[in-house]
Structures are given as structure tokens and as C-alpha cells.
């Protein structure tokens, strides 16, 4: 089975966009993770690369200091075996004359000038200054004060004149100069090799060793290199720091005191890569070396912001790419799902414009609105359609006494009643119920569907229903009873004599007979022919005999008033009267006066054997229904009500013959 019906059937739909973020999310943190590592990876990839190049720099200047150093120890040596300079010294140590105090004088200026000593003297063996590069010769006077060397230089002279070897003095400071120096004693013999005295020669500490500290070419603004020397409990700063702002000439600092000071650690004995913090307490990555044949210590520095800060830079852009495109793609895929939902949305409110457009539409051909009542605030509130139909602006709310006023006032305590028990029952409501709008005092028809129930927002009873204008169906709906009622009469009707049909007859009759069987009554029916009406309409025509028909019919409903009396066309010149309620005598009298009504309309029949008039013959019987079946009662009247007329047609005509078992109570013509 396919993994992914599976996966929509078992998760449901919400679960599974929580699950998708989780694996996304999760992807994320994986990528981040990864990128972080990375990013270490490479942080420590750029540090080793720092370091390296600490330690090479380090390296480097400690041999350029330590061959500095042998170079000027190199120079002294050479000063030392120059035997000219041993003679310049002998003949002005033997007769120190302007002259050879001016040659002498001269090869210390050059020492100066050339070498690029910052001083050089001549000392003698005691270790008193007695010739510099400018001044006079001084000879020993005694009581005088003399300028003799600070005792490291006194003692270099001692093993100068010793060994007969160049000695240098460490790099110090005395009252002698303003500045640190280096000094380098070179011993002098006369051409007996009888010691002279030494050239004393001194340079500048910061002057001359500070361009061999300048950091080589590198981007980083704080790269600087240390000089120092431990001196006892404290670290001493050879040459002043470069980047301190106040750091004075002569700097030192008590090593416990700064634990994590990188110039410290190095005074401890520590070497190569020191992690700490320098003289300005700034965090820097520095590297220590030893400067050969001297206790002095380099210390390469950087800062480490600085030192990283192009690392972190590049990374941080790298994460920063990758974040933006990630954001990119995070961004992307939220604006297609947007744009998606927004479609979605659109499409949605498109279909639902196109159903409310549709429902309004079907609303207005239907003439239906909808509303919704709120018990609480005895309001409705409309649609544009149920506005309509009050005849109220679209959307406006009606009021209770808005919509009570509308009724019509024949209807308003019974929809009254009928709405208040739809509320109190909260059953469904459906009527129908006039109004009488009060815009244009129109009479209007409604019908209303509606439901209470309690809305859940509001807590409070509603009634939601439709309301639609019934008004013209109501009409043609009157107008059709109207005219089905005049059918109905009109199928009851004769159309030629307006008497009531055969139709109608036998629909009468049951009645007739239940209602005198039911009062114990009896009930007679009179059948009535026209005599020789055959030869009429052969003589006067048809449309003469209709009128003939129609003015007998006429007659015979005139005579016949009585309350419950029925005249009826039983067929062609036939004619029927019931009479409820009438005995065979008043059923007789009847019948004749019937006769004698017709005679006496005095309708010409000149062909008639009779008389020459329209006459008619009758029929006449009475029976009491009592127990008797209706059909069976029914027929019995017509049988023996059509025996008697036969009985008078055949006794000459123009008469009224009651039904009697013995065929002789005929009514002879009257005159
Ligand atoms: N003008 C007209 N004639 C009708 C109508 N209905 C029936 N008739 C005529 O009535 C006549 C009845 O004639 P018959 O049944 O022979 O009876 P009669 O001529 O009246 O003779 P008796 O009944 O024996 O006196 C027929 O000629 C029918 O055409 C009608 O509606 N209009």
C-alpha cells in the first residue's frame, strides 16, 4: 500500500502540519548546528593562522635583536684589534694634546656618526670618563669630581679588560642618560699590551632597537612587540610600549599582580603561545620568545578582536549569506503560501459574493428575506429584501412597536398571540398575516417561517426565519376560489333557464331525503313534461322553443318559494321540483298551481291539441323516507313521480296527477 494514503488517513490533517514544522524546525536546528561547527572550525582554523604567523614574527625579531646585539659586540671586537686606534689612544693617553684629543675625538664621531652609536666615550681603566666625541680632554685632577661608570659598566670594564673581549651591559637605565641603553665596553691595550682603558660605547635602547620591534607589514592595527626582562618581582619593559596612551618611558609592573598579563606569564618562564591579557588589560594572543645570550624577552602581541575580528567577519558574512538565504527561501515559500491563501481567500469571498449576490437575486424573484429577532433588544434585524418588504430603508433595523404598528389591525392580537406562543414554547413559527405598511399605507400579504433558539454569542433568544410577500398569490389565490366557486355554481346551472341542473338535483336529493328521514318528514317530487313541445319547435323554431323553455322555467320558479324547494331542467323540456317537508295534498296543490302557472303565462301554441297555449303535464308523489335506503328511496320517487306523469299525459294533458296506487286521482286542465 502507498505510504502516503496511509500517512493522510492515520494523521489528520492538523497533526500533520505539526509534524511538518517539527521536521522542518529540526532541519534548521541540523543546519545551524552544522553552520556553528563550521563556523568554530574555521575561528580555530584562523587563530592557528594567527598564532603561526605570532610565532614567526616573534622568532624573527628575537634573532634580528640577539644579531643586533652580536653585531655591535662584533663592532666593539673590531675597535678592540684596530691598531690605530690602539695608537690614537697610546699617544693621547702618553700626551693627551689637543691634537691627539682631536684624532681621538674624531675616531669617537665616527663610531657616532657611521655606526650610529648614540655616545661614545673613552673610559680609562678605573672607569672614568675621560674623552667624549665633543668635549675637552679631562685630565685627572685631583679633588676634582669625576664622571666614572655606573657599576654593570664598571664591572663589564673588569671582564672587558680581563678577557680582552668586547662586554656588553644590558640594556638599563642610569643617571648617566634619560633613556635606557645598551652599552658595550670594547677594551683598548697599548702596543705593550698594557691596558689603556675601553671605548664605551652606548646606544639608545628605543632609538635603535625600536625599528627592529616594528611589527612587519600586517593589516592588524594592534600587532606590537614586547621587550622585557624580569628584574626580581618585577617585569621590566625594555622599550615603552607602543600602543599604552600613557604608559610611561620606564615601565614595570609587580608580576604577582597580573596573573594573566602575557608579558608576565613570559617573565615566568613561559614560552611560545600565551593566552592573556596585555599591559592595557585588553585580551590578546601573543607569543613568547627568548632573545639568545640575553634574558631578554620577546613578546609578539595582537589584540584578540582584532586578530579574529576578520575571521568572524567572513564567517559572519558566510552566515550571514546563508541566513539570507534562508530567510530568502523562508520568505518565498511565506509569500507563495500567502499568495495562496489570499487566492484561496479571494476565490472564497468571490464565491461567496456570487452566492450572497446569488440569494439575493433568488430572493427578490421569491420576494423572501430573511431576519433574524432578538427577544433582548426587541429588534429584527433585516436583510435588504425583508426591508423591502416593510417597506423600510435597506439594512435598517424595525422595532418591535415598528413591526406591531404594521399589522393589520384585524390580524394583531391573533399574530400577536401567535408569535408570543412561538417564543414562550420556542417552537417554530409559520403564518401568515397582513400588514399595512406605514411608507406607503399599502395593504400587503406575509408569510413568515422562523425558529427561536439561543444564541450562543449573545445569550439571548433569537428567532431566525424568512419572511416572504405573499401578496399577489393571496390574490390570485381569492381570485381563483372565486372563480371555482362560480364553477361550481355554474356546474350546477342550466345554462338556458339559470334553474339548477340534474346535476344538482341529484345532489340534492340524498341530502333532501337524509334531512326527512332524519325529522320524519315526508318528501315529494313533481316531474313535469311540456305538452307537445315536438310540434312547438317545428312551429316557432328552436330558438323559439328556447324561450319558450326559458320563460316556463321562469314561472316555475316563481311559483315555487318555499324555503327548501328545488326547481330543477331534468332533461330537454323536462322539468323537476323537490319539495321537502310536503305531503301527497300539498304536493298535489302544488303541482297544480304549477299548471295553472304556465297556463296563465298564456305562451301561444297554435298547434297544440290542447289549447292553444303552452300547458304543461305533472307528475306528482310523496314519500316517507323513515327507514327506507336513500337509492333505493330515490328511485322509488322519480318511478312513481314519472308513472304519474305518464298518467297525465295520457288522460288528455294539461294536469297534475298524484302517484296513488290506483291510477284515477288525475287533476283534470282547469280552464
Ligand atoms: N327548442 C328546444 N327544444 C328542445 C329542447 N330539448 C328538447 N327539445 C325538444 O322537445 C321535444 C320533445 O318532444 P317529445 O319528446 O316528442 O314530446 P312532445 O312533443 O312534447 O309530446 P308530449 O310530451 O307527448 O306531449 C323534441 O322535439 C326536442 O327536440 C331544447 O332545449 N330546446
Same mark, same amino acid.
Given at each position: 500500500?502507498?505510504?502516503?494514503?496511509?500517512?493522510?488517513?492515520?494523521?489528520?490533517?492538523?497533526?500533520?502540519?505539526?509534524?511538518l514544522a517539527?521536521?522542518l524546525?529540526?532541519?534548521?536546528?541540523?543546519?545551524?548546528?552544522?553552520?556553528?561547527q563550521?563556523?568554530?572550525?574555521r575561528?580555530?582554523?584562523?587563530?592557528?593562522?594567527?598564532?603561526?604567523?605570532?610565532?614567526?614574527?616573534?622568532?624573527?625579531?628575537?634573532?634580528?635583536?640577539?644579531?643586533?646585539?652580536?653585531?655591535?659586540?662584533?663592532d666593539?671586537?673590531?675597535?678592540?684589534?684596530?691598531?690605530?686606534?690602539?695608537?690614537?689612544?697610546?699617544?693621547?693617553?702618553?700626551?693627551?694634546?689637543?691634537?691627539?684629543?682631536?684624532?681621538?675625538?674624531?675616531?669617537?664621531?665616527?663610531?657616532?656618526?657611521?655606526?650610529?652609536?648614540?655616545?661614545?666615550?673613552?673610559?680609562?681603566?678605573?672607569?672614568?670618563?675621560r674623552?667624549?666625541?665633543?668635549?675637552?680632554?679631562?685630565?685627572?685632577?685631583?679633588?676634582?669630581?669625576?664622571?666614572?661608570?655606573?657599576?654593570p659598566?664598571?664591572?663589564?670594564?673588569?671582564?672587558?679588560?680581563?678577557?680582552?673581549?668586547?662586554?656588553?651591559?644590558?640594556?638599563?637605565?642610569?643617571?648617566?642618560?634619560?633613556?635606557?641603553?645598551?652599552?658595550?665596553?670594547?677594551?683598548?691595550?697599548?702596543?705593550?699590551?698594557?691596558?689603556?682603558?675601553?671605548?664605551?660605547?652606548?646606544?639608545?635602547?628605543?632609538?635603535?632597537?625600536?625599528?627592529?620591534?616594528?611589527?612587519?607589514?600586517?593589516s592588524?592595527r594592534?600587532a606590537?612587540?614586547?621587550?622585557?626582562?624580569?628584574?626580581?618581582?618585577?617585569?621590566q619593559?625594555?622599550?615603552?610600549?607602543?600602543?599604552?596612551?600613557?604608559?610611561?618611558?620606564?615601565?614595570?609592573?609587580?608580576?604577582?599582580?597580573?596573573p594573566?598579563?602575557?608579558?608576565?606569564?613570559?617573565?615566568?618562564?613561559?614560552?611560545?603561545?600565551?593566552?592573556?591579557?596585555?599591559?592595557?588589560?585588553?585580551?590578546?594572543?601573543?607569543?613568547?620568545s627568548?632573545?639568545?645570550?640575553t634574558?631578554?624577552?620577546?613578546?609578539?602581541?595582537?589584540?584578540?578582536?582584532?586578530?579574529?575580528?576578520?575571521?568572524?567577519?567572513?564567517?559572519?558574512?558566510?552566515?550571514?549569506l546563508?541566513?539570507?538565504?534562508?530567510l530568502?527561501?523562508?520568505g518565498?515559500?511565506?509569500?507563495?503560501?500567502?499568495?495562496?491563501?489570499?487566492?484561496?481567500?479571494?476565490?472564497?469571498r468571490?464565491?461567496?459574493?456570487?452566492?450572497?449576490?446569488?440569494?439575493?437575486?433568488?430572493?427578490?424573484?421569491?420576494r423572501v428575506?430573511?431576519?433574524?429577532?432578538?427577544?433582548?433588544?426587541?429588534e429584527?434585524?433585516?436583510?435588504?429584501?425583508?426591508?423591502?418588504?416593510?417597506?423600510?430603508?435597506?439594512?435598517?433595523?424595525?422595532?418591535?412597536?415598528?413591526?406591531?404598528?404594521?399589522?393589520h389591525?384585524?390580524?394583531?392580537?391573533?399574530?400577536m398571540?401567535?408569535?408570543?406562543?412561538?417564543?414562550?414554547?420556542?417552537?417554530p413559527?409559520?403564518?401568515?398575516y397582513?400588514?399595512?405598511?406605514?411608507?406607503?399605507?399599502?395593504?400587503?400579504?406575509?408569510?413568515?417561517?422562523?425558529?427561536?433558539?439561543?444564541?450562543?454569542?449573545q445569550?439571548?433568544?433569537?428567532?431566525?426565519?424568512?419572511?416572504?410577500?405573499?401578496?399577489?398569490?393571496?390574490?390570485?389565490?381569492e381570485?381563483?376560489?372565486?372563480?371555482?366557486?362560480?364553477?361550481?355554481e355554474?356546474?350546477?346551472l342550466?345554462?338556458?333557464?339559470?334553474?339548477?341542473?340534474?346535476?344538482?338535483?341529484d345532489?340534492?336529493?340524498?341530502?333532501?331525503?337524509?334531512?326527512?328521514?332524519?325529522?320524519?318528514?315526508?318528501?315529494?317530487?313533481?316531474?313535469?313534461?311540456?305538452?307537445?313541445?315536438?310540434a312547438?319547435?317545428?312551429?316557432?323554431?328552436?330558438?323559439?322553443? #328556447?324561450?319558450?323553455?326559458?320563460? !316556463?322555467? /321562469?314561472?316555475?320558479?316563481? %311559483? &315555487?318559494? +318555499?324555503?327548501g324547494? *328545488?326547481?330543477?331542467?331534468?332533461?330537454?323540456?323536462?322539468?323537476?321540483?323537490?319539495?321537502?317537508?310536503? #305531503?301527497?295534498?300539498?304536493?298535489? !296543490?302544488? /303541482?297544480?298551481r304549477?299548471? %295553472? &302557472?304556465? +297556463?296563465?303565462?298564456? *305562451?301561444?301554441?297554435?298547434?297544440?291539441?290542447?289549447?292553444?297555449?303552452?300547458?304543461?303535464?305533472?307528475?306528482?308523489t310523496?314519500?316517507?323516507p323513515?327507514?327506507s335506503?336513500?337509492?333505493q328511496?330515490i328511485?322509488l320517487?322519480?318511478?312513481?313521480?314519472?308513472?304519474?306523469?305518464?298518467?297525465?299525459?295520457?288522460?288528455g294533458?294539461?294536469?297534475?296527477?298524484?302517484?296513488?296506487?290506483?291510477?284515477?286521482?288525475?287533476?283534470?286542465?282547469?280552464?
Amino acid at each position: 500500500m502507498p505510504i502516503a494514503p496511509l500517512f493522510s488517513r492515520w494523521l489528520p490533517r492538523l497533526w500533520r502540519r505539526w509534524l511538518l514544522a517539527a521536521i522542518l524546525l529540526a532541519l534548521l536546528l541540523l543546519v545551524g548546528a552544522r553552520v556553528w561547527q563550521a563556523y568554530q572550525q574555521r575561528v580555530e582554523t584562523y587563530r592557528h593562522q594567527v598564532e603561526t604567523a605570532l610565532r614567526a614574527v616573534s622568532q624573527l625579531q628575537a634573532a634580528n635583536i640577539a644579531d643586533w646585539r652580536v653585531r655591535h659586540l662584533g663592532d666593539a671586537a673590531d675597535l678592540t684589534n684596530d691598531p690605530l686606534l690602539m695608537d690614537a689612544v697610546a699617544h693621547w693617553a702618553a700626551a693627551p694634546t689637543p691634537e691627539q684629543t682631536s684624532i681621538l675625538q674624531e675616531r669617537l664621531r665616527s663610531l657616532e656618526e657611521n655606526l650610529r652609536y648614540t655616545a661614545a666615550f673613552f673610559v680609562d681603566t678605573r672607569g672614568v670618563v675621560r674623552l667624549d666625541s665633543a668635549s675637552q680632554a679631562r685630565a685627572p685632577e685631583p679633588g676634582a669630581p669625576q664622571r666614572t661608570l655606573d657599576p654593570p659598566e664598571t664591572q663589564a670594564l673588569r671582564r672587558a679588560l680581563d678577557s680582552a673581549q668586547p662586554v656588553g651591559v644590558e640594556l638599563h637605565r642610569s643617571a648617566a642618560f634619560a633613556f635606557p641603553f645598551f652599552g658595550v665596553l670594547a677594551p683598548i691595550y697599548g702596543p705593550d699590551n698594557g691596558p689603556l682603558g675601553a671605548i664605551w660605547l652606548v646606544l639608545h635602547a628605543q632609538a635603535r632597537l625600536a625599528p627592529l620591534l616594528e611589527t612587519l607589514p600586517n593589516s592588524n592595527r594592534s600587532a606590537e612587540s614586547l621587550l622585557v626582562r624580569r628584574e626580581g618581582p618585577w617585569v621590566q619593559y625594555l622599550i615603552p610600549p607602543r600602543l599604552g596612551d600613557a604608559a610611561p618611558q620606564d615601565m614595570r609592573q609587580i608580576m604577582d599582580d597580573a596573573p594573566l598579563d602575557v608579558a608576565v606569564q613570559a617573565a615566568h618562564g613561559e614560552r611560545g603561545i600565551l593566552h592573556g591579557v596585555d599591559y592595557r588589560g585588553r585580551p590578546v594572543l601573543a607569543f613568547a620568545s627568548t632573545v639568545r645570550d640575553t634574558p631578554w624577552i620577546l613578546v609578539a602581541k595582537v589584540d584578540q578582536d582584532e586578530a579574529l575580528a576578520q575571521a568572524q567577519r567572513n564567517e559572519w558574512m558566510g552566515m550571514a549569506l546563508l541566513a539570507s538565504l534562508l530567510l530568502l527561501l523562508g520568505g518565498s515559500a511565506f509569500a507563495g503560501w500567502q499568495w495562496q491563501a489570499r487566492r484561496r481567500e479571494q476565490a472564497l469571498r468571490n464565491e461567496l459574493q456570487y452566492s450572497l449576490h446569488w440569494l439575493d437575486s433568488a430572493q427578490k424573484a421569491a420576494r423572501v428575506g430573511y431576519f433574524a429577532y432578538y427577544a433582548r433588544s426587541e429588534e429584527f434585524f433585516m436583510s435588504s429584501m425583508a426591508s423591502a418588504i416593510f417597506g423600510l430603508p435597506p439594512q435598517e433595523r424595525m422595532t418591535l412597536r415598528q413591526w406591531v404598528a404594521m399589522l393589520h389591525p384585524e390580524n394583531r392580537a391573533e399574530v400577536m398571540q401567535v408569535h408570543r406562543q412561538a417564543l414562550q414554547q420556542c417552537s417554530p413559527l409559520h403564518t401568515q398575516y397582513r400588514i399595512v405598511r406605514t411608507c406607503d399605507q399599502q395593504e400587503r400579504w406575509v408569510q413568515v417561517w422562523g425558529e427561536y433558539a439561543m444564541d450562543p454569542q449573545q445569550n439571548t433568544l433569537r428567532m431566525t426565519g424568512t419572511v416572504q410577500d405573499i401578496t399577489e398569490r393571496r390574490q390570485s389565490e381569492e381570485q381563483l376560489d372565486r372563480y371555482r366557486h362560480t364553477l361550481e355554481e355554474q356546474v350546477r346551472l342550466d345554462p338556458l333557464t339559470q334553474l339548477a341542473n340534474r346535476r344538482a338535483l341529484d345532489e340534492a336529493l340524498p341530502l333532501a331525503w337524509a334531512q326527512a328521514q332524519q325529522r320524519r318528514r315526508p318528501l315529494a317530487l313533481l316531474m313535469i313534461d311540456i305538452d307537445h313541445f315536438k310540434a312547438y319547435n317545428d312551429h316557432y323554431g328552436h330558438v323559439g322553443g #328556447d324561450h319558450c323553455l326559458q320563460q !316556463v322555467a /321562469a314561472a316555475l320558479a316563481t %311559483a &315555487t318559494q +318555499r324555503q327548501g324547494e *328545488l326547481v330543477a331542467r331534468y332533461g330537454g323540456e323536462e322539468f323537476a321540483v323537490l319539495l321537502p317537508d310536503a #305531503d301527497s295534498a300539498q304536493a298535489r !296543490v302544488t /303541482a297544480q298551481r304549477l299548471c %295553472a &302557472t304556465v +297556463r296563465a303565462l298564456a *305562451l301561444e301554441h297554435l298547434t297544440s291539441p290542447v289549447r292553444h297555449c303552452v300547458t304543461i303535464s305533472v307528475g306528482a308523489t310523496c314519500l316517507y323516507p323513515e327507514n327506507s335506503a336513500p337509492a333505493q328511496g330515490i328511485a322509488l320517487l322519480f318511478e312513481q313521480a314519472d308513472a304519474a306523469l305518464y298518467q297525465a299525459k295520457n288522460t288528455g294533458r294539461d294536469r297534475a296527477v298524484l302517484w296513488a296506487e290506483q291510477p284515477q286521482d288525475a287533476t283534470a286542465p282547469g280552464p
